[in-house]
């Protein structure tokens, strides 16, 4: 997906009413592909498709079996099962990222759409700070401390490493509040 693209969701749901709905609520911020059995949804599916939303119970091939084939094929993109289905342990193994039981809200699937596309986004940026450093590491490797200082392309690389280091931290920040929030809540629970 490019800057000026629409992020493109693939909705897999068998029931058309539910499809179009889903379709509906989506279009004016997302490119919508639908599908309605699994082996449409793999035909569907390829590089442009950055969110999946799937029902776990499709006639035929069942959304765990296209969730299963769309991971052996290597696909890399964002799942959320959308199903009826209350989850049990089963849903441990399964290669999904989202789970939302019906019937959704319209907020509740543009929220979901939203984090699944900023958690790929921050993947992404693990993925370049990463390369950067390891760019960096070269440098310093193969150049003396003058030439470092000298290079306007080194000042750049270090400016964009410390930009993805406070990005990083400002979600790891995030993740402790979660934490933070979720064992709060646990306490709580655990108190009535």
């Known amino acids: 997906?490019?800057?000026?693209?629409?992020?493109?969701?693939?909705?897999?749901?068998d029931e058309p009413d539910v499809g179009e709905t889903y379709e509906l609520w989506l279009a004016g911020d997302y490119e919508v592909r639908r599908a309605s059995t699994g082996t449409e949804a793999l035909e569907a599916l390829d590089e442009d498709v950055d969110v999946v939303l799937l029902d776990r119970m499709l006639?035929?091939?069942?959304?765990?079996?296209?969730?299963?084939e769309l991971r052996d094929r290597g696909h890399d993109v964002q799942v959320a099962m959308v199903t009826a289905v209350d989850p049990d342990f089963d849903i441990v193994e399964m290669g999904f990222d989202a789970y939302v039981t019906k019937p959704p809200t319209r907020e509740t699937l543009l929220e979901t759409i939203t984090d699944l596309l900023e958690r790929r986004e921050r993947t992404d940026r693990v993925r370049e700070y990463r390369a950067l450093l390891s760019k960096r590491a070269a440098l310093e490797g193969g150049k003396s401390g003058t030439e470092l200082v000298e290079s306007d392309a080194?000042?750049?690389?270090?400016?964009?490493?410390?930009?993805?280091?406070d990005d990083l931290e400002a979600d790891e920040d995030r993740l402790l509040e979660d934490s933070e929030f979720v064992g709060a809540l646990r306490?709580?629970?655990?108190?009535?």
């Open 154 to 165: 080194y000042d750049e690389l270090e400016e964009r490493i410390a930009a993805l280091e």
């Open 1 to 13: 997906m490019t800057a000026t693209e629409e992020p493109v969701v693939l909705v897999v749901e």
């Open 59 to 68: 006639p035929g091939m069942s959304g765990e079996a296209v969730l299963s």
């Open 187 to 192: 306490d709580f629970e655990e108190s009535d």
